[in-house]
């Protein structure tokens, strides 16, 4: 796989139990790889926190919306099956760009997916803290300590403890991250599960805010109208379904690697789409899309539509939502730092950065150097953000959109081209690896372009400019533009790499048939 000479950096001894880059394998299976791929994604925080401002955009047509999030997913996800049954590989876009289109590429790829994470993390942690504080006051009967979150002495702290938890479980390898999430996937699905069918249960019986009886139409996405909106709308979704890729960065500790990471992708986000949508038409039918009161389309209620509506649906059954949107975000918070940390330590495997980056921890058998290194940079993101304004930190789930499009697109496309000589040699292929790839890749390409120039406009996002450009343009483009000049950086300090000698550019030559649901 690697033409990088095995230091005692880059592996451990040989033997059966560990990969080229000196992980753990055989220590994830199917459900095992859900799981954290449900982890990562954390519907009830992504629900809290993205659902209100999908619904302030398409109103009553959010789960038209959800599925054209979904699709283009799906049809990514095909291709990462793919390129993963072909060259497993713990740095997944990294690596699959770089095979594709050259070094170059490659390194913007993986640059990406480590930014995106980096920008998710720091968000988690907040929404954590929130919740930590509101779960308190509930329980001691003193609801001022709720208001603790905003009193930036309080909450940096309790945010930097929260992430250096988080980091010293996914320091401690996968067995110890799988234990965790069995036991927080379970309680937050239960609690939608709870909310979701007392929401629609009240709102039928007329208990509900804005009782707005369910109706068909609201899955026709040709109802919304303006195409802005809709591209709003969807780069919202995205955010909402990210984090399925995770089940991929894995593939090198999974059982049947070749095969386990693409089917665990693919069930991750069909479950997703079946949680999200059944929540969002609770949410609408119950609430209304109105701008005032505990209408969901009220910008009170847009930063944690949970928040808001757990307590007037669920009654003192509220703290299980609190709970829940707690554990997801801890959750998420320690399943996340398994994607950037797999991907910095195959860059620095592949010398794409330091070779310090593919240091492996002799006791646990994770990534060391680039599990500490992420959660250091989430820690010192956030704090800078927060101390700007709190705007800042909320731009940041927007600026979110911009690089999963772009990281995603680009490993859609890279599929066609590393497959491009066997395209046409099968029904099979010319589905799995140019139809969906193309579709899917182009899409979110299309939609990286439409919201980098949306975004512009000083109004986009939480309404911050930055001389008179909107804030998330000068946080998505700035990102890219840091990687950029990075990148540049490390071809002086590191040039192998970037000659191809570490991780070749290279193509298929072979067309493996797998079944359609693999």
Known sequence: MSTAPATPETARTSGPTTSSKGLSTGKVGLIG?????????????????????TISEVGRHVPAILLLGFIPMLLVAFAYRELNNAVPDSGTSFTWATKAFGPYVGWMGGWGLITATILVISNLAAVAVDFFYLLIAQLTGHPEIADWTRNLFINIPTTVVFLAIACWISYRGLDSTQKLQYVLVALQLAALLVFDVVALRQAYNGGGFNFTAFELE????????SFTMIAAGISLSIFMFWGWDVTLTMNEETKDPEHTPGRAATVTVLVIIAVYVLTAVAIVVWAGTGDTGLGAGNPDNQESIFAALSYPVLGPLAILIYFAVLASSFASLQSTMVGPARTLLAMGHYRALPPAFAKISPRYLSPSTATVSSAIAAGVFY??????????????????????????GITAVACIWYFRRELFTSVRSVVFRLIFPGLGGGFLLLMFAVTAIDSLDPAYGSGTSIFGVGAVFVLGMGILLLGVAAMLFTRIAHPAFFRGETLPRNESTTDEQTPLLD
Not at 218 to 225: C, D, K, R, T, V
């Open 383 to 408: 704090i800078a953000t927060r101390l700007v304004s709190e705007n800042a930190l909320w731009d940041t789930i927007t600026a979110l959109g911009l690089m999963i499009c772009f990281y995603y």
């Open 218 to 225: 609201w899955f026709n996405p040709l109802e919304i109208g």
């Open 33 to 53: 790889a859900v799981v954290i791929g449900i982890s990562c994604i954390a519907p009830t925080y992504t629900l809290t926190s993205g659902l209100g401002p």
